[in-house]
């Protein structure tokens, strides 16, 4: 590779526009690649620029994924990305803001393998059109989709995060208060997508994620099923999908008549990851960590953290059981069953200042009678 490509390589190009390296730092590493080809070494400039230390392997990575996807190394269609911030089978998302309304926005791009699997792209599309009928204060916004430069694309709210299990992990393990809290607004979110017909199947902790107020949000509707006559067949019959550590075990056995239950589950079991910070169960494989889902018998979260209440461990019981018939039918009874303990708890706080007050009281009444 030559002098003049080995600059105008996207990579490169990005990183001196961003001030990653400066140019005195690029000459450095172009004359050390001539030196290697001398001595009949076929060292790359982004090699030299990695071991050098000026870029990271990632950085490398991410910047190379953008300038393969944009015209000019930074504008998408009428968005200016900025850098990648997460990626999956489905596609890559990157941070990016609209050039014209100034908005910051996440990008979804489905990757170009998968339009040509129309199971897949299926399933993008199915994404693309649940946020589109969605609009809750605790589900990720959608703003805009479409395709550029023959890849399908969507752009929606950007979150700061981080996702509750960054967070939980960050903690070690959440008070039942605020555990409780974060669920319930996540179950507000969810009920407002099954009222919609639209069941997520994939809740866990990586896919809630904060915005910049605190306020939970749901994400990643990529696993997402319309629950309606005219979209079953989308769905992946016999197939699961879904996290292994969260998912119900109607997924397991692979169901096709999923409903809103599926996410009571993993929702429960999500709730247990805040409250302990560890999965409900935990296996060497797969087919041991499904098995135990099918199965039912978990370590109640009170041997992992004390301060969990017998209620929330009953609440925990009865969103994972086994049978969706004996679960929470709806995520408003969630709602409700959360609701119920917040209740309790305080009529227990004011129950026990009142009493702690008569006893003060009557102390007192003793101790004068006693005086006299």
């Given at each position: 590779?030559n002098?003049?490509?080995e600059?105008?390589?996207p990579?490169?190009?990005l990183?001196?526009d961003?001030?990653?390296?400066s140019q005195d ?13 001398k001595?009949?070494?076929?060292t790359?400039v ?8 000026y870029?990271s392997?990632?950085q490398v ?8 996807l944009t015209?000019?190394g930074?504008?998408f ?7 990648l ?24 791009v489905?990757n ?14 199915q994404?693309?059109r649940?946020l589109?009928?969605l609009?809750h204060p ?9 395709r ?5 694309y969507?752009?929606m709210e950007?979150l ?5 299990k960054a967070y ?6 959440l008070?039942e208060?605020?555990?409780l809290?974060?669920?319930r607004?996540t179950?507000l979110?969810?009920?407002?997508a099954h009222?919609?017909?639209?069941v997520?199947?994939d809740v866990?902790p990586?896919n809630?994620?904060?915005?910049a107020g605190?306020t ?8 997402v099923?319309?629950?309606?006559v005219?979209?079953?067949?989308l ?11 969260y ?10 008549d999923i409903?809103?239950?599926?996410d ?10 805040a409250?302990t910070?560890?999965?409900v169960?935990t296996?060497?494989?797969p ?17 992992l ?8 461990v009953?609440?925990i019981r009865?969103m ?9 039918q ?8 959360i609701d119920?303990r ?5 009529a ?7 009493i702690a ?5 009557l ?7 006693l005086?006299y």
């Amino acid at each position: 590779m030559n002098e003049q490509s080995e600059t105008n390589i996207p990579f490169v190009k990005l990183a001196l526009d961003r001030k990653l390296i400066s140019q005195d730092q690029l000459e450095e590493c172009k004359g050390l690649a001539k030196k290697s080809k001398k001595i009949g070494l076929e060292t790359s400039v982004e090699e030299i620029l990695v071991s050098k230390g000026y870029l990271s392997r990632q950085q490398v990575h991410e910047l190379n994924e953008i300038g393969q996807l944009t015209e000019d190394g930074t504008v998408f269609g009428a968005y200016r990305l900025s850098d990648l911030i997460g990626e999956g089978g489905m596609g890559k998302v990157y941070r990016a803001v609209h050039e014209f309304m100034g908005r910051n926005v996440a990008i979804k791009v489905i990757n170009a393998s998968v339009t040509n699997d129309a199971t897949n792209a299926t399933r993008f599309f199915q994404e693309i059109r649940a946020l589109a009928k969605l609009s809750h204060p605790n589900i990720v916004s959608i703003y805009d989709a479409g395709r550029i430069n023959r890849r399908y694309y969507f752009a929606m709210e950007l979150l700061s995060g981080p996702s509750l299990k960054a967070y939980v992990d960050s903690k070690k393990m959440l008070p039942e208060k605020e555990a409780l809290d974060i669920v319930r607004a996540t179950a507000l979110g969810l009920g407002h997508a099954h009222a919609k017909s639209v069941v997520h199947r994939d809740v866990k902790p990586e896919n809630i994620i904060f915005d910049a107020g605190g306020t939970p949000k749901i994400t990643d509707f990529g696993l997402v099923m319309h629950h309606d006559v005219d979209h079953l067949s989308l769905t992946m019959e016999g197939c699961l999908v879904g996290s292994f550590y969260y998912t119900s075990p109607e997924q397991v056995d692979g169901n096709r008549d999923i409903d809103g239950r599926t996410d009571i589950y993993s929702l429960g079991a999500t709730l247990y990851y805040a409250l302990t910070g560890r999965t409900v169960y935990t296996g060497n494989s797969p087919q041991e960590l499904l098995t135990k889902h099918l199965t039912g018998n978990f370590v109640s979260p009170r041997k992992l953290n004390r301060s969990v209440s017998h209620g929330t461990v009953r609440l925990i019981r009865k969103m994972m059981a086994t049978k969706r018939e004996r679960r929470f039918q709806s995520m408003e009874a969630v709602v409700a069953a959360i609701d119920a303990r917040s209740l309790f708890r305080k009529a227990q706080t004011i129950a026990l200042a009142a009493i702690a007050g008569i006893s003060l009281l009557l102390l007192g009444m003793l101790l004068e009678y006693l005086r006299y």
